[in-house]
């Protein structure tokens, strides 16, 4: 069996989410980022880098979600989360590592300004300019990126649930979602879908 390290929450609901799409036979895993469990000997062991997600399968652990994606895609091709022709696999991909190295990024200077500095006011800066950054990620992805019905047109892909997490964040940090009326619907449709609804039931409890 599959088991997922995971912070509810965080960037790891994204790799929940999607196993749930797929339809995987996996156990979760809360690591308590509140009581540093992510810094802990045990599960340092498993995952060197200190964050969630971690995935342990039977070939070894896999770390990042671009990463656990595509394999998720690879792994269940019956649940077609993902394009199965190359280039469209490498475009649901570059969207991704979008969402992990600009959109995510742009967040954490908000909530984790001390992984870059350690100046408070240098801090304080990256807090108060980071959520019109997050913003503006949105404005992007609104006006280039989001096809239609879903973000690489007419099929539902990993893509979708990698958004969907990051769009969620949006009114945490005080900007409005309904900013991107287009975005706004996409992200309100996948929280509908049964395997969002399963995952943010159980989180609530």
Not at 14 to 33: H, N, P, S, T
Not at 124 to 140: L, Q
Not at 163 to 172: G, I, N, R, S
């Amino acid at each position: 069996m599959l088991t997922l390290f995971y912070q509810p929450g965080s960037a790891s609901d994204v790799a929940r989410i999607a196993l749930e799409e797929a339809g995987a036979d996996y156990r979760a895993l809360r690591v308590d980022f509140s009581k540093d469990e992510q810094r802990q000997p045990q599960y340092l062991a498993i995952n060197p880098k200190g964050r969630a997600p971690a995935l342990v399968t039977d070939e070894g652990v896999i770390t990042e979600n671009v990463a656990i994606l595509g394999w998720i895609a690879q792994s269940f091709p019956q649940a077609r989360l993902a394009p199965d022709d190359a280039f469209g696999f490498a475009r649901m991909q570059a969207f991704n590592a979008y969402l992990a190295s600009t959109v995510h990024v742009a967040y954490a200077h908000w909530r984790r300004g001390n992984r870059w500095a350690d100046d408070p006011a240098c801090i304080d800066h990256m807090r108060a300019v980071a959520p019109e950054r997050y913003a503006d990620c949105f404005t992007a992805i609104e006006a280039e990126m989001l096809e239609a019905p879903w973000v690489l047109g007419e099929a539902f892909s990993l893509s979708d649930v990698y958004l969907f997490v990051m769009a969620d964040w949006l009114e945490t940090v005080n900007i409005d979602p309904r900013r991107f009326p287009r975005l706004y619907d996409h992200r309100e449709r996948v929280r509908a879908r049964p395997a969002t609804r399963k995952v943010l039931a159980q989180q609530a409890v």
